[in-house]
């Protein structure tokens, strides 16, 4: 985690880790996928990240 960020991880599996970053320094937000083969992301509204962090954060996933 760099400095001025704050993760929240919202799925883990065995493939992978989905989290949501907000980055205080440069005031954005994204969600990302950190797989083996590397990490990838796309840049989010703080709307939809506030939302799925209280829609997410505390919810376990389900596994079929």
């Known amino acids: ?3 001025g960020q ?3 991880e919202i799925l883990r599996t ?4 989905v ?7 440069t005031d954005s937000y994204s969600i990302g996928l950190r797989t083996r ?5 796309k ?8 939302l799925l962090v ?3 954060s505390e919810q376990e996933g389900t596994v079929r």
């Open 37 to 41: 083969e590397g990490l990838h992301w």
């Open 6 to 8: 704050k993760n929240t």
């Open 14 to 17: 065995k493939d992978g880790i």
């Open 54 to 56: 209280e829609e997410l």
């Open 19 to 25: 989290r949501l970053c907000e980055d205080t320094v």
């Open 43 to 50: 840049h989010i509204s703080k709307e939809l990240h506030d």
């Open 1 to 3: 985690m760099l400095r």
